[in-house]
């Protein structure tokens, strides 16, 4: 696109489901925000959210939290980023810096953080503005479309098993293989866990394996904590699957002192017994995602160890048939939107 014209397409969702191709008028960023130049953005289950009304939103509004691109414009304010330099941009749309939270460290949970895509414009388009706190630095080695969905399911199954308990060695089980869990068995691969991929159905494991996984446990013929227990019990599930029983299932698979983390997000309740969270002193809990300085780990940690999420890619106006596409399950295994000049 000509940095000469002065407006650029966006695609924007104008009521629930409602999704159409517009051209939007470009507009210099504001005090503390870039304007970035977006080459690839990732379409994500949470996106939904916007598109389908799950969240209050004021439309219309332009979906999309797993945006590459390059900063074209710098408000004021704006230390430490440059013109031209590529950046991602996340679910987390920046911090404030000044919370109780923020003062505390924990920029993921800042009480004035808005949400990429939410309550202002994300990445299905050419042209977008972020707060310069949420930016997130890529590296030179990893393209725009492989570095996109990176910033959502990698971040999030990246940072979550940085920060568990499992040390290199221990036994560690992903559930789940889609969006999330086909990053999450490649990273804990390479983090020198022992790995278990646990799926539905004998026709997943070579996939598995091919990821990384030492081993597979199908969930659809035998009890998948009876699976971890016969390796030893695992230190950590990470549960990327949207299911309560799933997640539940897995606990008894858990050594004493053990944690699920449960990333996958759904209205189905987690159904537990106390005795088998206090007997083995087991745990159950939630990761979001990360801060922008883990954000800029999972990129440099990625490109250092090849781990890529496996991806199909669209062009901008066909972003209505890429969001069916993912929310019909029918992606292997992340959509990416792609803008041409």
């Known amino acids: 696109m000509s940095q000469a014209k002065t407006t650029y397409r966006a695609v924007e969702a104008t009521g629930p489901g409602k999704l159409r191709l ?37 439309w219309p509004r332009v979906p999309g939290h797993e945006a590459v691109g390059r900063i074209d414009a710098l408000g004021a304010g704006v230390e430490g980023w440059a013109i031209g330099q590529r950046v991602g941009v996340g679910f987390l749309g920046g911090s404030c810096g000044h919370c109780p939270f923020c003062r505390n460290g924990d920029l993921v949970n800042c009480q004035n953080q808005e949400y990429t895509g939410i309550q202002h414009d994300g990445g299905y388009a050419e042209v977008m503005i ?29 940072s979550a098993l940085r920060d568990s308990p499992a040390k290199a060695g221990d036994l560690v089980a992903v559930l789940g293989i889609g969006g999330l869990g086909h990053l999450g068995v490649q990273y804990a691969r390479h983090m020198g866990f022992e790995v278990a991929a646990i799926a539905r159905g004998a026709d997943k494991a070579d ?22 227990q016969a390796l030893g019990g695992a230190t950590v599930v990470l549960a990327t699957a949207s299911a309560g029983k799933a997640v539940a299932d897995t606990v008894k698979g858990l050594r004493p002192g053990g944690v699920v983390i449960a990333l996958g997000v759904t209205e189905e309740p987690v159904q537990l017994s106390s005795m088998d969270l206090i007997f083995a002193s087991r745990g159950v809990a939630g990761a979001l995602t ?9 990129l440099k940690f990625s490109a250092l160890t ?11 106006e066909k972003a209505a048939e890429a969001y069916a596409r993912m929310m019909a399950g029918k992606a292997r295994f992340r959509m990416v939107l792609t803008m041409t000049a």
């Open 290 to 298: 990360g801060n922008p300085a883990a954000g800029d780990a999972t």
């Open 306 to 316: 090849g781990v890529s999420a496996m991806v199909e890619t669209m062009p901008l």
């Open 130 to 158: 972020a707060k310069a706190s949420g930016l997130i630095a890529v590296p030179d080695d990893l393209s725009s479309i492989a570095a996109a969905p990176l910033l959502c399911a990698g971040l999030t199954t990246f």
């Open 207 to 228: 996939l598995a394996k091919k990821l990384g996984a030492h081993h597979y446990i199908d969930s659809s013929s035998g009890d998948p904590a009876k699976g971890l």
């Open 22 to 58: 517009t051209e939007r008028t470009l507009v210099d960023p504001p005090a503390g925000h870039a304007r970035i130049r977006v080459e690839a953005c990732g379409v994500c289950h949470s996106d939904s959210g916007t598109v389908d009304g799950l969240f209050p939103i004021q």
